[in-house]
């Protein structure tokens, strides 16, 4: 999902977005609407004329909501979302990982990392998550390959490709890897 995007640090609802969209003149994708009521992860989709659409993803896997901003002016779209609604920084998702130190901890790291999904490469980022890739611990395991795909970074590819082939992986989890291999375009890092 090409764009900019927002991880709110409280759940947005649909509602608080609406009231907020609609104050600003901006219109409702009506198919989005009626698309959610079916789905376990609900995306909505708001249209902001000139300045873009903004998509709010309430992920399941991830166990938070996230902004997906596309168009034109995605500072300008940014900048008046994180007005009404406070978004973590790249600065404080890193200080995030670096601090988690229980597993719980880093499994809402990672996820924290995968609603971001952060374009550019950090080495920080990086070195988290590929310990994550390495961890024995399933759960750990998976929040780290989530983010891995979230991210897309190239550098990602080989690591998740030796959890697929790892003889001490769980097969369930061998068969995520392999999956996210098949779904990945390793474009960015």
């Known amino acids: 999902m090409a764009g900019t995007r927002l991880v709110p640090r409280d759940t947005v609802s649909f509602e608080d977005f609406s009231r907020f969209a609609d104050a600003r003149g901006w219109t409702t994708d009506r198919r989005s609407v009626r698309a959610a009521r079916r789905d376990e ?70 996820r924290l990392v995968a609603a971001a999904g952060i374009p550019t490469y950090d080495p920080t980022i990086y070195e988290t998550v590929r310990a994550g890739l390495q961890d024995a611990d399933p759960l750990v395991l998976l929040a780290a390959m989530a983010a891995a795909f979230h991210l897309r970074w190239r550098q990602f590819e080989p690591l998740v490709e030796g959890v697929r082939r790892s003889p001490t992986a769980g097969e369930n989890i061998r068969v995520v890897a392999g999956d996210l291999l098949g779904l990945t375009l390793w474009d960015r890092g």
């Open 41 to 110: 992860s609900p995306e909505f989709l708001w249209h902001g004329g000139s300045q873009g659409t903004v998509r709010l993803v309430h992920s399941s896997t991830l166990g938070r909501c996230y902004l997906v901003l596309t168009g034109d002016e995605p500072d300008t779209l940014a900048a008046l979302v994180r007005d009404e609604f406070p978004t973590f920084t790249e600065a404080d998702i890193i200080a995030r990982l670096s601090a988690a130190r229980t597993d719980d901890d880093r499994i809402a790291a990672f």
